[in-house]
């Protein structure tokens, strides 16, 4: 259950809001958490994703030297 492509699916396709949620915050793939921001019909999922995205791009902005 934990390699990349199945963590995606299940962040994408779950039926279950709060399983989604959990597998968001398990990805490291900016262009699906930016498509689950865009797409996803549950507020606290996308809104999830998008803070996500931000954790991921501040960490990477202070990764770098």
Known sequence: VDTPATIKLIAREDSDPSVRKAAIQKLK?????????????????SGEARA?????????????P
């Open 52 to 64: 996500r995205l931000q954790a991921l791009k501040t960490k990477a902005a202070f990764a770098k």
């Open 29 to 45: 793939d900016a262009e699906t958490l930016e498509a689950i921001a865009a797409s996803d019909p549950d507020r606290d999922v």
